[in-house]
């Protein structure tokens, strides 16, 4: 996958980003200082193949003193152009997403377009609770349209029953509901364990190939049930408890995966730099397991990705990224970007409009 060209309209600081060609190489370096408008420009990116910010709701995309915003751009993939469209509208509270002109649902859109995003705050992807680690699975694993499905349909149905447990008398009054959570939940689990079992076979390598550091690496998944064979019996003797507390204590809401460094768990064993350097290993596996998964290269999107890394660390990075468009942002160009010729260097800086 690559993007031709992209603009932006009233996005964050952006009053106006002209259509941006992207050049053929490979790596596109976005530069600016801190504060000055990078992230929000990989953000919009991300907002233009998603249809959704990593970290913030629509509103707040939009410009100070604006109402909307509007994302184009270009992008070849699977050996098709398509012409992307993402408007929203503050006061009507409407999104907007067109491909080649034709509108389409936010849900279906959602993982049409595959990437692999790298944020400063991943460094903490163990230091902290199971839902950003349960996020990651789903944006990694959200190109597979069956796992989307299921993965939305499972969290309709745990909405109904947790409404349902609020008023039920009887097991009987939340069968239907607990019948089809088991049904979505086996599939969810199934594609978890598929890419978990993918990280934890090739981090190590991978980790030893970019730091240059030998460590035995290993990764588990962790589901949020103890049985998960046994799914539906268990909720069913879950039933005295969960009518006490009124929501479904067991499933994929619950689930979680723990990474051991030489058998002691990553966030005691490391430090962290070498945190930071095991979730881009990670980011790096993933790449390759959406590859296989979609049959085509997803971008790669590294926000400040270099910035903890000394000179020998970025080389062995750069040099084993996949050949596959590449966006990183930077407050300088370190020397070994400087050095490869193909890389294409934006300044965001005459781009941004700041607000007082």
């Known amino acids: ?53 990593f970290r913030a709701q629509m509103k707040d995309l939009v410009m100070w003193g604006e109402d909307s915003f ?25 999104l907007r997403i067109e491909e080649n002109s034709i509108p389409v649902s936010p849900v279906t859109f959602f993982g049409r377009y595959p990437f692999v995003l790298f944020l400063p705050e991943d460094t903490f992807l ?53 019948q089809l959570l088991v049904l979505h939940a086996q599939d969810v689990w199934a594609h978890r364990q598929a890419f978990i079992s993918y990280l934890g076979a090739r981090v190590s390598a991978i980790y030893e190939d970019l730091f240059s550091e030998k460590l035995d690496i290993s990764i588990s998944f962790i589901p949020g049930a103890s049985h998960v064979e046994s799914f539906q019996e268990l909720l069913f003797d879950a039933w005295k408890y969960e009518k006490r507390y009124r929501y479904t204590m067991y499933g994929p809401h619950r689930d979680d995966f723990v990474a051991h ?53 970025q080389k062995n990075l750069l040099a084993h990224l996949p050949a596959t468009q590449t966006i990183l942002t930077c407050t300088t160009i370190p020397d070994e970007v400087k050095k490869r010729s193909d890389v294409f260097v934006l300044d965001v800086r005459p781009l941004t409009q700041i607000n007082s």
């Not at 509007?70 to 409407?94: F, T, W």
């Not at 944006?139 to 349909?153: E, F, G, P, R, W």
């Not at 002691?264 to 881009?280: N, T, Y």
């Open 1 to 53: 996958m690559k993007i031709q060209s992209f603009s932006a309209h009233q996005f964050r600081n952006f009053k106006d980003i002209n259509p941006v060609e992207f050049p053929e190489a490979p790596l596109l370096a976005i530069l600016a200082p801190n504060a000055s408008g990078k992230t929000n420009f990989l953000e919009a990116i991300v907002v233009m193949l998603r249809g959704k910010s």
């Open 70 to 94: 509007v994302i184009r751009g270009d992008v070849e993939h699977a050996g098709e152009n398509s012409l992307l469209a993402i408007e929203y509208k503050a006061q009507l509270k409407n």
């Open 126 to 178: 163990f230091n902290r609770g199971p839902a950003g680690r349960r996020n990651f699975m789903n944006t990694s694993l959200a190109s597979s349209q069956k796992y989307l499905a299921n993965i939305v349909q499972y969290h309709r149905v745990l909405r109904q029953r947790n409404a349902a447990l609020k008023t039920a008398q009887s097991i009987d009054d939340i069968a239907v509901w607990t």
């Open 261 to 313: 460094v030489n058998g002691k768990v990553a966030e005691d064993a490391m430090s962290r730099g070498q945190l930071r350097g095991l979730v881009i290993a990670i980011k790096v596996v993933a790449y390759g397991y959406i590859k296989q998964l979609t049959g085509y290269d997803p971008l790669l999107l590294f926000d400040e990705v270099l910035s903890e890394l000394d000179a020998v660390r």
